[in-house]
C-alpha cells in the first residue's frame, strides 16, 4: 500500500510539473535558509557549552560604586581569585584571564603577537581546552611558561616539535619555553588566544605584587564551583568578604564594590557587562522569528497551491471514492504526497546549505560550521522536521480532498468552497504580512547602520595611521622624525584612540559644592598635538600648549559628559577647579566638547586628558590621501631606522573605529538576505496562485476579449484581488513592524527616528512586487488569441 502511495505520488507531481516545481523551490529556499539560521542560532546559544563543566563556571564580576556613578564592571581586582578560593569552601577551583599584545623573537625572526593570553596554571583544571602536548597541571606554572595552539605553533615552529623549545619575549628579550601546545579553540568560545603565557610571569616578572592589590582592576576571573553549590547563597557571602578583604581600602577611597556571579553559559548573550566579541539575545530571537516566518511562507505557499487544485483532482477523489476507497486511506494517499514533496525539497536544501555553507560564515563573519554534514545528528532533526513538515501541511490539503462528495463531483456540479477562498486569501494575506514587515524592518536596519556610519562623532578619522610603539624608548624620536616626511601633515602619541579600550582611573576632583568629589573616570594620556591632531573642539578653555611649563605636570583637560558629572551648569565653570588622580594633582585648563570615543550603542562617558609621554605608545600620522603608499613606504623606513627591533604593523583610524560595528553590519546582511529569500517565497507562491486562477477563468478572458475589453483592463481584473490583499497584509505588518523594530532600536544609545516614508516606501514596493509578479501571468492570457481561449474547453 505504502509503495502505490509514492508511485501516485511520482505521478502525480510529474504531471502537474509547474505546481511541482514551485512547491518544491519554494520549499527548498525556504528549508535552506531555516537550516542555515538554526547553524547560527545554536551557535550562539552554545557559546562556551562545549566544557563539560559550563554549568558550574561562573565569571566573577564588579559593581564599583563611586559618590558620582556605579560602574557595572565585567573585569575584578587582582586579589580576588586567589583570597576567594582561600576563604571560600564553595570553589574548587578559580582562573585569572587577562589579554595582552607581545613582541616574540624566534631567531631572526620577529612576530606581534597580538592575540595573548595569560592565564593562571588552573585554566585547564576550570575549562575543557585540550593539551595534545603537555601536562595541564603544570604547563603554566612556571613564569615565562608558553602554551601555544596547534595553529600557532605551525607559524613559529613549523613540523619542529615545539614542546621545549625557546622564544624571546618583549623588548627585553626574556628567554620563555614552550610548555605545551593546545587544540585549536572553538570559535565560539569567550576565551580566545593563539599564545598562553603564565599568570606568574605577570605577578612574578612584570608586576609584582599584583596579587595583592585590591584596587588594580584588571583580571576576568572565572570561578568553578563544586558541584550542588547554590551560586546565589554563595554571592550573599560576598559582602562580609569585602569588608574583611578590603574594608580598609572601600572606607580610605570612598569607594565600594559589589560581587556578583555570572553563569558562564548567560555571558556571551545575556551580559550587560564588557564581553570581548558580544552577542545579542535579542539578534538570535530575531533570527529565530525569521527562521520560522520564512518556513511558515513556504507552508503556506504548500497549503495554498494544493487546496487551489482541488477541482482538479475532484473526479479522482470521486472515482476512488466510488468504488470503496475509505476517507482515511485518501487522506493518506494526500499526506504521503506531501511528506514526498517535503523529502525531495529536503535532499535539495541540504545539498544548496552545503554550497551556501561558505557565503554564510562570510557573512557572519565567523565560522558557524566547517560543513553541513559536520553534525549528523543536527541533520537527523532537520529530516524529522521535514518530514512533519509534510504531515503537518498536507493534513488541511488531505482532509479537504478527501472529503468531497462522490456523486457531487461526478455530476460535474463541484466548485471551490467560499471556506477554501477565504482560507486561501487569509494565508496570502499572511505570507504578504510577513514579508511587508520584513521589507520595513530591513530598511530601519539600513537607516541606524547608515545613521552610525555617518553620524559626526566629534573628531578626525580619516586619513590617519596609527602604530603601536609598545612603550619602546625611542618612540618620541620616531615621532619626530616623521613630521619632516612629504606626505605627513601631522603626528601625535597617546596612550589610546577612539574605538580602543583606556583604563578607567581614580580620580578626585573639585565640584561646584567645592568639595573633592570622587569618581572612576576613563583616562587618556596624550601629548600636545593629539588635540588638534583629532580635531577635537574646545568648549571652554583652551588645550595643552607648550607655552605652559606646568602642562606636563598640573594641567587636566575633561569634557563636557565629566561636567555634568561634577555638577556644574556650563564648561566655563569648571575651568580652574582642582584634581588628584594617580599621583598626580593640578588644574582643569580645559574642556573639549563631546566626542565618541566609543561605539554609538554607548552614551559618551566622562573622560579625563593628561600630557603623560611615558604612557603613550600609540602614535597618530595625518596622511595625505594622494600619497598613501609613498607615505606608508616612508614612515616603514623611518620605523626600521628607529625601532629595527619590532615588526612593522599599523592600522588606519577610520576601518580601526569601525571594527565597533561588525556585528551589527553583519546582522544587516544576514538579515536583509533572509528578508530576500522570504519575498522571494511570497512572490513563487503567488506565481502559483495567479497561474491557477488566469486557468480557471481562461474562458472568461476569451470572452471579455471578443466583446472588445483591452490588455489593460484584463490585467487590471486579475490583479486587483490580490493587490486588495497586499494592501490589507500592509494594514497588518505595519503596527507590528514598527513595534518590533522600536524595541530593537532599544539597543542603541543613539538611534534613528522610525520616519513614515519607510512606511510608504514598504507599501509601494509590495505593491509593486505582488503586481509585477501576478502580471506576468495575467498579460500572458491577456494577449493570448480569443479562438484559443474559448476552444480550452
Avoid at 595552539?149 to 619575549?169: H, M, N, R, S, W
Avoid at 556650563?570 to 580645559?590: H, M, N, S, T
Avoid at 616612508?634 to 573605529?657: L, N
Wanted: aromatic share 12%; net charge positive; proline share 4%.
Amino acid at each position: 500500500m505504502l509503495k502505490n502511495y509514492f508511485k501516485i505520488a511520482f505521478r502525480n507531481l510529474w504531471k502537474h510539473k509547474v505546481f511541482s516545481l514551485i512547491n518544491i523551490l519554494g520549499l527548498t529556499v525556504g528549508m535552506s535558509a531555516c537550516l542555515l539560521i538554526s547553524l547560527y542560532v545554536n551557535f550562539e546559544l552554545t557559546y562556551d557549552a562545549f566544557h563539560s563543566k559550563s554549568d558550574r563556571i561562573y565569571r566573577l564580576v564588579t559593581d564599583v560604586i563611586t559618590p558620582s556613578e556605579t560602574i557595572n564592571a565585567g573585569i575584578t581586582s587582582w586579589a580576588y581569585g586567589p583570597t576567594i578560593k582561600q576563604d571560600f569552601p564553595e570553589v574548587e577551583a578559580y582562573a585569572r584571564i587577562n589579554g595582552g599584545s607581545f613582541l616574540v623573537r624566534k631567531g631572526d625572526l620577529k612576530f606581534q603577537e597580538e592575540a595573548t593570553v595569560f592565564a593562571d596554571s588552573s585554566l585547564f583544571r576550570v575549562f575543557d581546552f585540550k593539551l595534545i602536548q603537555g601536562d595541564p597541571k603544570t604547563a603554566l606554572k612556571e613564569p615565562l611558561s608558553l602554551v601555544f595552539t596547534e595553529k600557532a605553533a605551525k607559524k613559529y615552529f613549523g613540523e619542529i616539535d615545539p614542546v621545549g623549545q625557546t622564544l624571546l619575549l618583549s623588548g627585553e628579550g626574556l628567554p620563555a619555553k614552550v610548555t605545551g601546545v593546545m587544540k585549536d579553540i572553538p570559535e565560539n568560545s569567550l576565551i580566545k588566544g593563539d599564545m598562553f603565557v603564565s599568570m606568574t610571569t605577570m605577578t612574578q616578572r612584570f608586576n609584582r605584587g599584583i596579587d595583592d592589590e585590591w584596587g588594580n582592576f584588571g583580571a576576568t576571573t572565572y570561578l568553578l564551583l563544586k558541584p550542588g553549590t547554590d551560586s546565589k547563597a554563595l554571592e550573599k557571602k560576598f559582602p562580609a568578604y569585602l569588608q574583611r578583604r578590603a574594608g580598609k581600602l572601600m572606607r580610605e577611597s570612598k569607594m565600594s564594590y559589589k560581587l556578583f556571579l555570572e553563569p558562564l553559559l548567560d555571558v556571551h548573550l545575556r551580559s550587560e557587562r564588557d564581553v570581548p566579541e558580544k552577542g545579542s539575545i535579542s539578534n538570535v530571537y530575531v533570527f529565530s522569528v525569521v527562521a520560522a516566518f520564512i518556513l511558515l511562507i513556504a507552508c503556506i505557499n504548500f497549503v495554498n497551491l494544493t487546496t487551489a487544485r482541488s477541482a482538479e483532482r475532484a473526479k479522482e477523489v470521486g472515482i476512488r471514492k466510488a468504488v470503496g476507497a475509505a476517507k482515511g486511506l485518501l487522506a493518506s494517499q494526500f499526506v504521503s504526497e506531501s511528506v514526498l514533496l517535503c523529502l525531495i525539497a529536503f535532499v535539495f536544501s541540504i545539498t544548496l546549505s552545503a554550497a551556501l555553507v561558505p557565503l554564510f560564515n562570510n557573512l557572519a563573519g565567523k565560522v558557524i560550521v566547517s560543513g553541513i554534514f559536520a553534525d549528523p545528528l543536527f541533520l537527523i532533526y532537520m529530516l524529522v522536521a521535514a518530514i512533519l513538515i509534510g504531515v503537518l501541511a498536507g493534513i488541511y490539503p488531505a482532509l479537504v480532498l478527501s472529503s468531497f462528495e462522490p456523486v457531487t463531483v461526478l455530476k460535474g456540479r463541484f466548485t471551490t468552497s467560499i471556506k477554501g477562498i477565504l482560507l486561501r486569501k487569509g494565508l496570502v494575506t499572511v505570507q504578504f504580512a510577513i514579508s511587508i514587515a520584513l521589507i520595513i524592518a530591513t530598511m530601519i536596519v539600513y537607516i541606524q547602520m547608515n545613521y552610525m556610519r555617518n553620524r559626526d562623532l566629534g573628531f578626525s578619522k580619516d586619513q590617519m595611521l596609527v602604530l603601536n610603539t609598545e612603550g619602546d624608548p625611542k618612540r618620541q624620536a620616531f615621532k619626530e622624525s616623521l613630521n619632516g616626511l612629504a606626505g605627513v601633515k601631522s603626528t601625535a602619541a597617546s596612550s589610546s584612540v577612539p574605538g580602543s579600550s583606556n583604563p578607567g582611573a581614580y580620580s578626585e576632583i573639585e565640584n561646584r559644592s567645592g568639595d573633592l568629589q570622587v569618581a572612576n573616570l576613563d583616562l587618556y594620556f596624550v601629548d600636545f598635538d593629539y588635540i588638534p591632531q583629532f580635531g577635537l573642539k574646545m568648549a571652554a578653555g583652551r588645550p595643552f600648549s607648550r607655552e605652559f611649563g606646568t602642562d606636563t605636570t598640573q594641567a587636566m583637560v575633561i569634557n563636557e559628559a565629566a561636567v555634568k558629572l561634577l555638577g556644574y551648569a556650563k564648561p566655563e565653570d569648571a575651568l580652574g577647579r582642582r584634581f588628584k588622580q594617580w599621583g598626580r594633582e593640578g588644574k582643569i585648563v580645559g574642556v573639549i566638547k563631546d566626542f565618541h570615543f566609543r561605539s554609538l550603542q554607548e552614551n559618551i562617558k566622562p573622560l579625563t586628558m593628561r600630557i603623560e609621554p611615558g604612557g603613550a605608545n600609540l602614535v597618530s600620522v595625518k596622511i595625505e590621501g594622494n600619497r598613501l603608499k609613498e607615505t606608508v613606504a616612508a614612515v616603514e623606513a623611518k620605523w626600521k631606522e628607529a625601532i629595527p627591533g619590532r615588526p612593522f604593523s599599523y592600522y588606519f583610524m577610520d576601518e580601526f573605529f569601525d571594527r565597533q560595528y561588525r556585528s551589527e553590519e553583519r546582522f544587516e546582511k544576514l538579515f536583509f538576505n533572509f528578508a530576500v529569500l522570504a519575498i522571494f517565497i511570497s512572490c513563487l507562491g503567488l506565481l502559483g496562485l495567479a497561474s491557477y486562477s488566469t486557468t480557471q477563468r481562461t474562458k472568461e478572458i476569451g470572452v471579455r476579449k471578443v466583446m472588445g475589453a483591452s490588455v489593460a483592463s484584463i490585467v487590471g481584473l486579475l490583479s486587483k484581488d490580490f493587490l486588495k490583499l497586499v494592501l490589507i497584509a500592509f494594514v497588518v505588518a505595519s503596527p507590528i513592524a514598527y513595534f518590533g523594530m522600536d524595541r530593537w532600536l532599544e539597543n542603541f544609545a543613539y538611534r534613528t527616528d522610525i520616519y513614515w516614508w519607510i512606511f510608504a516606501i514598504a507599501a509601494v514596493m509590495s505593491i509593486a512586487i505582488a503586481f509585477a509578479t501576478v502580471s506576468f501571468q495575467s498579460i500572458k492570457a491577456a494577449v493570448m488569441n480569443p479562438v484559443k481561449s474559448l476552444r480550452s474547453e
